[in-house]
């Protein structure tokens, strides 16, 4: 274990993305109440980022709430909010020591208020650090955010902003709701073989990993388990080259 935990990543990874699926089941094999499993899901986010940090990576991206959970029953998304309002309040300390920017992903509009100040507030407190970068993937949807980055493409150019002949794929990238780099390594838990809405743009040459381990189990050594398939992983980008 101890010579696990020692495993340094070589190859490129500038920005990782977990589905962190799995909550509901975590919480239900326990006997406990589907929102203790979002509970315990956002105790883990901080050890994770740090993890992945010590690693190299620069941007962690995590879906926390999509555009379809609101299809879930009233009272499971208000424990959800609850609880993220409460990681920001708790970790803010710890985030501002590692010098983290907090930025988000999704329409924040449609939140509640006390969730979309919260946000608000960690991302002003947080705009001018240099430290790793944290993605929150909120009431995220990616077609939602293509469809709404469309939009402010169309408004820049007819405010006279932008050229449309100008619009290329980096433009639309760096429309997008958060400005980061490609995700070069998708993490989906809980054994789920889906992306359900995830990053669409961003995700073009991803690697995909699925594990079955649920969100609120996942860890450091399933963590490096998982760096360790990625570094055996051949990125071709359509060319023939290994790497
Ligand atoms: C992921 O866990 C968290 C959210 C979707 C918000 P789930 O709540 O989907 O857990 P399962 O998939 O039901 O076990
Ligand atoms: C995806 O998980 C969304 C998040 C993890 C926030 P879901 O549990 O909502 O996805 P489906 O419904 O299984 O596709
Ligand atoms: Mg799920």
């Not at 589907?34 to 105790?43: D, F």
């Not at 901080?46 to 926390?64: D, M, N, P, R, W």
Request: proline share 3%; charged share 30%.
């Amino acid at each position: 274990m101890g010579k696990d935990l020692d495993f340094r990543l070589s190859k490129k990874l500038d920005h990782i993305a977990f589905i962190m699926d799995g909550n509901g089941r975590w919480a239900n094999l326990r006997g406990l109440p589907r929102h203790l499993g979002h509970k315990k899901a956002c105790e883990i986010i901080t050890s994770i980022f740090k993890a992945c940090h010590e690693q190299g990576i620069k941007v962690v991206s995590l879906y926390a709430f999509s555009t379809e959970n609101w299809n879930r029953p009233q009272d499971e998304i208000e424990h959800l909010m609850d609880y993220l309002e409460e990681y920001f309040h708790r970790e803010e300390n710890e985030l501002s020591a590692m010098d983290a920017k907090v930025v988000f992903s999704g329409d924040l509009s449609r939140l509640r208020k006390s969730t979309f100040d919260i946000c608000v507030e960690a991302l002003t407190k947080s705009k001018d650090r240099k430290g790793p970068i944290m993605n929150i993937c909120l009431n995220y949807g990616g077609r939602d955010e293509i469809v709404r980055t469309t939009k402010r493409l169309i408004k820049e150019v007819q405010e006279g902003k932008l050229q449309a002949e100008d619009i290329d794929e980096n433009v639309f990238m760096s429309h997008l709701d958060a400005p980061l780099p490609s995700v070069d390594l998708m993490i989906r838990t809980s054994g789920e073989q889906r992306i359900s809405n995830f990053l669409l743009y961003e995700l073009a040459y991803a690697e995909f990993i699925f594990t079955p381990v649920y969100w609120p189990d996942f860890d450091k050594k399933e963590l490096i388990r998982c760096l360790k398939l990625y570094e055996g992983r051949n990125r071709r980008f359509g060319g023939l080259k290994n790497g």
